[in-house]
């Protein structure tokens, strides 16, 4: 039976460090993943977080309630025995970049995309070397390979902790160079989370807010801003 069904059976969460990182233990017993893999953390502070999730699950563990759980569980489970190609599909972001699609009308969108994204396109030339060439239309045109091979080798340095929560900050935004800029501090999360929904929120503005997908927004939003706090937690 998976640890996810089992009642609550331990009196305290608490930290252990062991010479591979920090694990979270319940009574002093070990926590493994999903996939039976020890639970061992890089930072303190990171299983810190994890053991207070375990802390405070009553009757039943609720998945739901364990965000760093989860993720933690995913970079041991899932990125650590691929890490190289689960960094390549972020680093592939970078040639279909969201700050790079922009629309030519209307004025005021022009405007919008021009003020946000465009600082972050300089920053990821002066700080990486990488110039990626922004275009009218949503139709690919592919970027300067040179440019991608040094984005692609800063993603190739994180950690699979670091790695798990990129993930969802590349992939809930779009964009490579804005999850770039949060993780070295250019942009806080909510701002770079509103930077990538610049499209929406002009087409709300516009048209009304549709209630149905603005719940779905704000889910993503929380998701984003917590995958930000767990890189900071994990370290490189």
């Not at 893999?37 to 039943?60: N, S, Y």
Request: charged residues 25%; hydrophobic residues 45%.
């Amino acid at each position: 039976m998976s640890e996810w069904a089992l009642k609550r059976f331990w009196k305290n969460a608490e930290v252990a460090e062991r010479p591979e990182g920090f694990a979270v233990t319940l009574d002093g017993r070990g926590v493994k993943t999903p996939a039976k893999t020890a639970l061992v953390v890089p930072t303190e502070a990171l299983a810190r977080e994890i053991a207070a999730e375990w802390e405070v699950q009553e009757e039943r563990v609720n998945p739901v309630t364990m965000p760093f759980t989860r993720m933690a569980n995913s970079a041991l489970d899932k990125v650590t025995p691929q890490q190289a190609a689960v960094a390549d599909m972020l680093a592939a972001y970078g040639d279909s970049d969201l700050l790079c699609y922009r629309a030519d009308h209307p004025e005021g969108l022009v405007e919008r995309q021009t003020a946000g994204w465009d600082p972050l396109l300089d920053w990821a030339d002066a700080t990486f070397g990488a110039r990626l060439v922004p275009v009218l239309g949503v139709m690919h045109q592919p970027q300067d390979k040179g440019a991608l091979a040094r984005l692609t080798a800063e993603v190739h340095g994180q950690s699979p902790f670091a790695l798990a929560a990129f993930h969802d900050l590349v992939s809930m935004s779009g964009s490579l160079v804005l999850a770039l800029a949060v993780i070295r501090g250019e942009r806080d999360a909510e701002t770079a989370w509103q930077l990538s929904r610049i499209d929406e929120v002009w087409q709300e503005e516009q048209w009304g807010v549709d209630e149905e997908a603005a719940e779905i927004a704000q889910r993503k939003r929380g998701e984003f801003l917590h995958a930000a706090v767990f890189h900071s937690l994990a370290g490189a």
